[in-house]
């Protein structure tokens, strides 16, 4: 009898941690969060969404990737305007995560 060896390679789907913005946050203070990857084969794309609109251009947000499995999203100087659902989406090859986490801006949203 003869043998073959198969071999099956599982790609995990992404995982991301929780987050959430710090509370009672005003005009003028400075905001952000970290998206962390904590499972996940590579390659990872990680997108950043405001109210389920990409964020692109906002020159008062910054998003930065810091390393393969971690992207950070800063606001320098926070305006009402900057309220909203923020959302980061990790997604590979085989499926997407998404975590959510709303930014009030004096106690508005």
């Known amino acids: 009898s003869s043998s073959q060896n198969v071999h099956i390679s599982v790609t995990v789907p992404p995982k991301i941690a929780p987050f959430e913005f710090q509370p009672d946050l005003h005009s003028g203070d400075r905001a952000g969060v970290q998206c962390l990857i904590t499972k996940g084969d590579p390659p990872l794309t990680i997108s950043w969404f405001k109210n389920d609109l990409p964020i692109i251009s906002d020159p008062e ?15 320098a100087t926070l305006s009402t305007g900057h309220a909203g ?13 998404s975590h959510s986490s709303v930014l009030r801006v004096n106690g508005k949203v």
Request: hydrophobic fraction near 30%; charged fraction near 10%; glycine fraction near 4%.
């Open 61 to 75: 947000i910054v998003v930065r990737s810091t390393g393969e499995y971690t992207s950070s999203l800063s606001i």
């Open 85 to 97: 659902n923020y959302s980061c989406v990790a997604s590979n090859q085989v499926a997407s995560d």
